[in-house]
T-cell receptor, first 113, second 112 residues
Framework: NAGVMQNPRHLVRRRGQEARLRCSPM?????VYWYRQLPEEGLKFMVY????????ESGMPKERFSAEFPKEGPSILRIQQVVRGDSAAYFC???????????FGNGTRLTVT | GENVEQHPSTLSVQEGDSAVIKCTYS??????FPWYKQELGKGPQLIID?????GEKKDQRIAVTLNKTAKHFSLHITETQPEDSAVYFC???????????FGPGTSLSVIP
């Protein structure tokens, strides 16, 4: 049973471009979280999704950031018009129900030049 | 919403000694408290968790204690080894929609 898969592992974008980060949860998992981690810092909650629904997006900036978890396919975190401050590691985690442990992927490291 | 604090931010111990990391949480309704270990370049890995109906849980060299009244929980690592060196995060599930909120992390160094 494969773990949580994130791709790409590394992503370089110029200021103003769009970044798309993908997350395939563990098999059978219908809950996905996205977290952001700056160097030497902790994991900041961004958004919590279940299949086709956004449950809580209170940690996500209201502009330029969006997330989805469609019925088929991976969860996508989309950042439009990236700025240097968006450079960070973005981690996805999945769980099979709200009361079960989170399993993390190895992250996507976004660098904005 | 839920807020999790964690101390110390860095910890150095000699190999074989014990390490203790402490966390506090703010939402008295929180009911699940996992601990994660993150190695360089990797995602966090769950190492142990505890639910609010239990006061203590142990798994080999790792133990976690929970004091619901005081709203704090701790991670204890005994007989530390160099491979225990990593960043450790505590977390709590609570607040609106039961999302998992993490503490700021503790960088543990085990000196051979």
């Amino acid at each position: 049973n494969a773990g949580v898969m994130q791709n790409p592992r590394h992503l370089v974008r110029r200021r103003g471009q769009e970044a798309r980060l993908r997350c395939s949860p563990m098999k059978g998992h219908s809950h996905v979280y996205w977290y952001r981690q700056l160097p030497e810092e902790g994991l900041k909650f961004m958004v919590y999704l279940q299949k086709e629904n956004i449950i809580d997006e209170s940690g996500m900036p209201k502009e330029r950031f969006s997330a989805e978890f469609p019925k088929e396919g991976p969860s996508i975190l989309r950042i439009q018009q990236v700025v240097r401050g968006d450079s960070a590691a973005y981690f996805c985690a999945s769980q099979d129900s709200y009361n079960s442990p989170l399993h993390f992927g190895n992250g996507t490291r976004l660098t904005v030049t | 919403g839920e807020n999790v604090e964690q101390h110390p931010s860095t910890l150095s111990v000699q190999e074989g000694d014990s390490a203790v990391i402490k966390c506090t949480y703010s939402d008295s309704a929180s009911n699940y408290f996992p601990w994660y270990k993150q190695e360089l370049g990797k995602g966090p890995q769950l190492i142990i968790d505890i639910r609010s109906n239990v006061g203590e849980k142990k798994d080999q060299r790792i133990a976690v204690t929970l004091n619901k009244t005081a709203k704090h929980f701790s991670l204890h690592i005994t007989e530390t080894q160099p491979e225990d060196s990593a960043v450790y995060f505590c977390a709590a599930r609570g607040g609106t929609y039961d999302k998992v909120i993490f503490g700021p992390g503790t960088s543990l160094s085990v000196i051979p």
